[in-house]
């Protein structure tokens, strides 16, 4: 099993910049991929960004890129997704995901370990 929790989410203004933390504890020698996902109001969760966590590699969904950052501290066992240049619709519950399998990680499907989430707001 792999638990997650993430924080750092808040009340940002538009224009600002937040940085979720997705601490891992448990089973973490197996994981392969974080992903990050949010959900915003009324809407489907979507896939912001994933990390492979042996490599170093990150991907993100095209809308959010040259925004949004992963990064990983192996020795914490934390993935960290550093958000710039925030707008109102960036406002969502932000999941982080783990999943122990070699998938690309863009799907919900591709993930079995998910945390609780964390509120991001960004005012306009």
């Known amino acids: 099993q792999v638990r997650l929790v993430e924080s750092g989410g808040g009340l940002v203004q538009a224009g600002g910049s937040l940085r979720l933390s997705c601490a891992a504890s448990?089973?973490?020698?197996?994981?392969?991929?974080l992903g990050w996902f949010r959900q915003a109001p009324g809407k489907e969760r979507e896939f912001v960004g994933a990390?492979?966590?042996?490599?170093?590699?990150?991907y993100y969904t095209d809308s959010l890129k040259g925004r949004f950052t992963l990064s990983r501290d192996i020795a914490r066992n934390t993935v960290f997704l550093q958000m710039n240049s925030l707008k109102h619709e960036d406002t969502a519950v932000y999941y982080c995901?783990?999943?122990?399998?070699?998938?690309?990680?863009?799907?919900?499907?591709?993930?079995?370990?998910w945390g609780q989430g964390t509120q991001v707001t960004v005012s306009s």
């Open positions: 995901a783990a999943t122990e399998r070699a998938a690309r990680g863009t799907e919900e499907s591709d993930y079995n370990y």
């Open positions: 448990g089973r973490t020698v197996s994981t392969n991929t």
């Open positions: 990390i492979r966590w042996s490599a170093d590699s990150a």
